[in-house]
């Protein structure tokens, strides 16, 4: 690992040291083999890329490091934290990899670990953990992207022959986008709407081979290619239709339910509702690789842009006679250190995310809370989609900001941009996902009202009725206090009130829906921007909360103060482009408004200087940066 | 030309009549040729996708469309504005042949005839009309693209022998990102500072071959290739550098000046700046064009995303059991509908500039004004910003709205997306022009002051100062009319009303720029952000007054009301983005503020079932717009 940073600056290492955090090792032997890895370089035809692609997976599954997610007993370390912090180093490579690697080791592997018994870990895991047995997760559909519960295609037991038969009984009941599908996928997890005995027990998980050991496709079945992508074109994206397919009953993934070979059904989980999503929710870690997939793309696209914007030059400074460095425009700092103080900021929101998760889900794990498993998915949920969308844009704005240079794939942007825009739709698209995080997010607040019992609900409902009052006016109750920006109190409170408002409010607003005969569908659509924000304000609450609990734990005091500065551009970007609510809510006075848009512009520029080291703190290996963008300017 | 609406609906025809406005026949012959055209299908190789839109050149060159931009004495029609719009309306297409065209008959062909005298015209004019002499526009160089002015290229005059030595005397003076010099382009207008004497004149435009018949190099010249971009791969981009390459005096383009045989320069503009930019000023019609090309890709975008979103159901209504169409939720129609608005808008406001840009340089324009042509290079500048980051935002919605459909090559929109990014950077990237705007309402703000006498100024300023007290309050004078969101005299007096005030308070911050010995770079640096806002506002006045306008005109009352509720979503959405400012400014309080969302989305919902017919009204092409996406939903 070499990074061209004067390697006196201590705080580099401080700082690297913090965004590298608990899994280090891991983070460091995934640049060690990456830096091995010849790039992909562009031009490639997609049959290409795709053999290139195949190639690498072969030299990852030789690593071992995709082998140390799976269970000890099959060879693995069950390492579940450290499985998800080496795929998200990956992003910062060729994301075909990264996607084809998710499906096969996260997606497909983790749903046989996962949702299977032993009858399936003893047969298959070992071979899957080695790259031998590549496969794919057939969820979607065609018709069903989102709304995965109503799926079409039916697993049908045939108590006869003891056998389910996979079906597709419409067009729209095709499986769609499946990763691996198209080419090197020998075996799949498809979901499918279980029958027996003429009763329906919803989508459940079963493990069939799809082609034979010479690549054709299994006896009804029809694979088709989905051809070109916008990007992520080395991986084989394709579609699956099933033609009454007998497979053995054991096929299924049996951990949360099963069928006797009378047909008789049986589950752990009574409600199909609640069993569904358990199963679901065992595969929350695809949406946290995804997540940290989105930062690694955006530290890199960043790392490019700031670097270009640091010596390239335009415009000569009248009174000098000197060119000026792109990074010393206001308006060019202002496209890019905030979003690097974000990424900073949800790099270590992610950290949090994945060590919560690695606590439930590591084996001999002992948190059986099935809350804490609920506000994983919701915490999951929610940051995946904010960390897309904040990689979507801020990838945009740096292709913007290397001009003509950032358009040319030798310079790697474009790549990025192409491959990571889908981020924001697989694994769940992220309007749904907010949705998912809401609906936690009012089932957590009608527990804790309800808490109160009536005396204390009627406090509490009489407090909010007086706050809307108050706001009417511009007025609220906080507005007793000054808020100074540059205060991390200010900014938490204010980025914890409007979480905590928004959520009031929208559930005094979704509270008429819960009445017999009312028009659910349109309550709730009458709030549906409502709900959108109070979602966004809560992740907004998770990650401050991130980047302000890291620089307290900050020993070194140069680099915990420039940390401090990152923290306080974050926090009051995201007040600032909210700023017209923290108004209209008298959260904000029109000077102190006016004093966010202030500091955010004096914070680009006193965090200017420092921009380098920043994005040299992602220690994103030299050769995976190498392009001429960098080596002109 | 075939649509898929109820042909009975009466407000089509008269919103196509609108749309297609006074260039109506020269819209409908473009379409007409178009459906002619087979379109270009995903998955080319580079060099198939270059070779397939050189073809497509062919045929268009063959309809002769491309001639009618040309001057009447060489057999074109001098239709300066027919011509960008048939520009724009091949925007539907493939935007690598738009591209490609706009190279060679607006670029090339436009700088031989304007910056041209008749020697040019005679010899060349008539092959570059039939695409039999393809030719580049050389003017970025790999370290100088925004800033022309400071290109290094030489032209050094030999009065010895009569020519130019064209040479590039260091690597980052290199020709970079020039469209048809990879592969196709024989000849090219290569900008470059003359020297005659030993004295620099600044940059001026030479027409030189590059390759000779058998498309070999020109001696001298190392011509390179750009490779693979984001996108419009079907153009050849590449690099020329030129080693003291000679060429005969007469390749000067020397409207605007000339250099004798002795080696004596002369101008019919003594001022080299002046000269400098009056020469540019000649090619705002690559600007205009682009900005249309930007909005028929928003278009064809919208087309898409809105036909998908009409008919794709996810997740059932409770009370009905139905599933909802996508367009039905409030999210998705936030997504588009405020979008569509907009387009419409911008539409509007780009036919004005075409009809500006007609009546000031076609052939025969009485216009001599100065001030005229000026202000119309500021008007393009501000739109082409404007209207390529819409399509550039709004064709990334419309992507996410499609979903993993909207991810694959097939259904365009990938193609949309990669080929059109750039539409923000090339013809001037849309910070710098926006620097442009700004620059010229300045100085037109300055003539404005000036002409109040020293009376009027100092009413005029302490009238500037009463507000600044008043605004610290957030009570400003406007503050005693109450502000209906949905009236239209509301909306003008808002979008105005911002424009004006950011344009003033930006001149009061500037002002200390002029003391000599100011730090002018600091000054005008700290000022950044808010000259930009002061652009943008400019260009959303702009913009507004269009339709605004265009809805007055309509005389069928059923389209109007339409036409009326699109003009309000565009404004109402324009000020709800920016509403932190009105609020901060004291022209909104918080009631209207808020009032301002709730009547965007209330727009939403009554325009959602007229948004098939929206798009609709653009008539694109069906055979363009043929993709699975709308097949299957």
């Known amino acids: 690992m070499t990074t061209t940073t004067v390697p006196t600056d201590p705080r580099l290492n401080a700082l690297r040291t913090l965004l590298d955090g608990r899994w280090a090792p891991v983070r460091e032997e995934v640049r060690e083999q990456m830096g091995r890895f010849r790039p992909v370089r562009p031009g490639l035809s997609t049959e290409e890329y795709r053999a290139r692609v195949l190639d690498l997976m072969g030299e990852l599954a030789a690593t071992k490091r995709p082998h140390a997610g799976f269970a000890p007993e099959y060879g693995g370390e069950g390492d579940i934290g450290g499985t998800v912090v080496s795929f998200q180093t990956l992003g910062y490579g060729d994301l075909s990899l990264l996607v084809k690697a998710g499906v096969q080791w996260g997606l497909f592997g983790g749903a046989v670990q996962v949702l299977g018994t032993s009858r399936h870990h003893d047969e298959y895991l070992r071979a899957i953990m080695d790259g031998e047995l590549l496969g794919c997760f057939a969820m979607t559909e065609t018709g069903h992207g989102s709304d995965v519960q109503h799926l079409r295609t039916t697993a049908t037991y045939d108590p006869a022959t003891r056998e389910f038969v996979i079906d597709t009984p419409e067009p729209g009941a095709r499986k769609d986008y499946i990763?691996?599908?198209?080419?090197?996928?020998?075996?799949?997890?498809?979901?499918?709407?279980?029958?027996?005995?003429?009763?329906?027990?919803?989508?459940?998980?079963?493990?069939?081979?799809?082609?034979?050991d010479a690549g054709a496709a299994m006896p009804g079945i029809t694979i088709s290619d989905c051809g070109e992508k916008a990007g992520l074109n080395g991986v084989d994206n394709g579609r699956l239709v099933f033609d009454h397919v007998r497979i053995p009953r054991e096929a299924l993934l049996n951990r949360f339910a099963d069928v006797a070979e009378d047909g008789t059904y049986s589950s752990s989980i009574e409600n199909e509702n609640r069993r569904f999503f358990t199963m679901l929710g065992t595969l929350v870690r695809g949406r946290i690789s995804v997540a940290g997939g989105a930062g690694s793309a955006a530290q890199k696209a960043l790392a490019l842009a700031i670097r270009y914007g640091s010596t390239r030059r335009q415009f000569a400074d009248p009174t000098t006679g000197e060119e000026v460095a792109l990074l010393d425009y206001r308006a060019h700092q202002r496209k890019l250190l905030p979003a690097l103080a974000t990424t900073y900021a949800l790099h270590l929101a992610q950290e949090d995310l994945v060590a919560e998760m690695h606590r439930i889900q590591a084996p001999g794990a002992v948190v059986t809370d099935e809350k804490a498993q609920r506000d994983l998915e919701y915490r999951a949920a929610g940051l995946k989609a904010v960390a897309t969308w904040h990689a979507t844009s801020t990838i945009q704005a740096c292709r913007e900001a290397c001009g003509g240079a950032g358009y040319l794939a030798e310079n790697l942007l474009p790549q990025l941009k192409a491959d990571s825009d889908v981020f924001t739709t697989f694994e769940g698209d992220n309007t749904v996902l907010l949705?998912?995080?809401?609906?936690?997010?009012?089932?957590?607040?009608?527990?804790?009202?309800?808490?109160?019992?009536?005396?204390?609900?009627?406090?509490?409902?009489?407090?909010?009725?007086?706050?809307?009052?108050?706001?009417?006016?511009?007025?609220?109750?906080?507005?007793?206090?000054?808020?100074?920006?540059?205060?991390?109190?200010?900014?938490?409170?204010?980025?914890?009130?409007?979480?905590?408002?928004?959520?009031?409010?929208?559930?005094?607003?979704?509270?008429?829906?819960?009445?017999?005969?009312?028009?659910?569908?349109?309550?709730?659509?009458?709030?549906?921007?409502?709900?959108?924000?109070?979602?966004?304000?809560?992740?907004?609450?998770?990650?401050?909360?991130?980047?302000?609990?890291?620089?307290?734990?900050?020993?070194?005091?140069?680099?915990?103060?420039?940390?401090?500065?990152?923290?306080?551009l974050h926090a009051l970007s995201v007040v600032e482009a909210d700023r017209a609510w923290f108004l209209e809510h008298g959260r904000l006075t029109v000077a102190e408004s006016r004093a966010v848009t202030a500091a955010v512009n004096d914070l680009c520029a006193s965090l200017r200087p420092h921009a380098r080291l920043l994005v040299d703190a992602f220690a994103i290996p030299e050769s995976w940066l190498d392009c001429p963008l960098l080596r002109t300017s």
Chains 1, 2 share one sequence.
């Open 179 to 212: 990763g691996n599908a198209a080419r090197d996928g020998k075996m799949a997890v498809v979901f499918a709407q279980l029958v027996t005995g003429g009763a329906t027990h919803g989508v459940h998980a079963f493990l069939m081979p799809i082609r034979d």
């Open 435 to 568: 949705q998912l995080l809401a609906k936690g997010l009012l089932s957590e607040y009608g527990s804790r009202v309800s808490e109160l019992g009536p005396l204390g609900t009627a406090r509490f409902a009489s407090g909010v009725a007086v706050e809307a009052v108050a706001e009417k006016t511009g007025l609220a109750k906080l507005r007793l206090r000054a808020v100074d920006p540059r205060s991390p109190q200010a900014q938490a409170r204010l980025i914890h009130d409007r979480a905590e408002h928004l959520l009031a409010s929208l559930a005094r607003r979704l509270r008429p829906a819960i009445r017999p005969g009312s028009d659910q569908f349109g309550i709730f659509n009458d709030a549906q921007d409502h709900l959108l924000h109070a979602s966004r304000a809560h992740v907004d609450a998770v990650v401050y909360d991130a980047i302000a609990t890291a620089v307290d734990k900050v020993s070194d005091a140069p680099t915990r103060e420039l940390l401090a500065q990152v923290r306080d």
